[in-house]
């Protein structure tokens, strides 16, 4: 199993370009999240889905969109890039909504908006 | 709402010195909690977790112990290594489908 694969692991950006991650996983799992890491900040929730079909908000939501496009994939949109959306991306994935169950990360993607 | 807290750093220490990281937290009920570590360049991997109130998670050396009474899930470990060297987070899940991250905590060990 390749657990969760992000693509691509480097990228930069000039302001007001856009670009889409992506994130896949093969783990079978019902949830699916996208997080930025900021230094001195940890992990800030950006979106979320619960199952295929469904997404909500999380903590830091503006700026992005997203996308469930079947069980295995969730995409992360930037639409027009800003230099705030200079970050390290995370996507994650569980299982299900038992508290019990961990989250599996990708590797990340370094983004760089100049 | 419910949240994580743990100490700051960075920590450096000496090999085969005795290591804790501080974690507490404020939830409702009783959720679930978990260290992550992060390898440079790597994401996230969960390193213990705990699900009920004086549980003892363990991985590798390293040991966490679900303190109700204290709200607290300490991280320790009897020796380090230059290989610990990570950065460590807290976490914790309740009702919801969510993971609630502490802000991490650097590690630093010299040999």
């Known amino acids: 199993n390749a657990g969760v694969t992000q693509t691509p692991k480097f990228q930069v950006l000039k302001t007001g370009q856009s670009m889409t991650l992506q994130c896949a996983q093969d783990?079978?799992?019902?949830?699916m999240y996208w997080y930025r890491q900021d230094p001195g900040m940890g992990l800030r929730l950006i979106y979320y889905?619960?199952?295929?079909?469904?997404?909500d908000k999380g903590e830091v939501p503006n700026g992005y969109n997203v996308s469930r496009l079947n069980k295995r994939e969730f995409s992360l949109r930037l639409e027009s890039a800003a230099p705030s959306q200079t970050s390290v991306y995370f996507c994650?994935?569980?299982?299900?909504?038992?508290?019990?169950?961990?989250?599996?990360f990708g590797p990340g993607t370094r983004l760089t908006v100049l | 709402g419910d949240s994580v807290t743990q100490m700051e750093g960075p920590v450096t220490l000496s090999e085969e010195a005795f290591l804790t990281i501080n974690c507490t937290y404020t939830?409702?009920?009783?959720?679930?909690l978990f260290w992550y570590v992060q390898y440079p360049g790597e994401g996230l991997q969960l390193l213990l977790k705990a699900t009920k109130a004086d549980d003892k998670g363990s991985n590798k050396g390293f040991e966490a112990t679900y303190r109700k009474e204290t709200t607290s899930f300490h991280l320790e470990k009897g020796s380090v290594q230059v290989s610990d060297s990570a950065v460590y987070f807290c976490?914790?899940?309740?009702?919801?489908?969510?993971?609630?991250f502490g802000k991490g905590t650097r590690l630093h060990i010299l040999p």
């Open positions: 889905s619960a199952s295929e079909g469904t997404t």
């Open positions: 976490a914790l899940a309740n009702r919801d489908d969510k993971i609630i």
């Open positions: 939830a409702t009920g009783y959720p679930s």
């Open positions: 994650a994935s569980k299982s299900g909504p038992n508290p019990y169950n961990e989250q599996f």
């Open positions: 783990m079978n799992h019902n949830s």
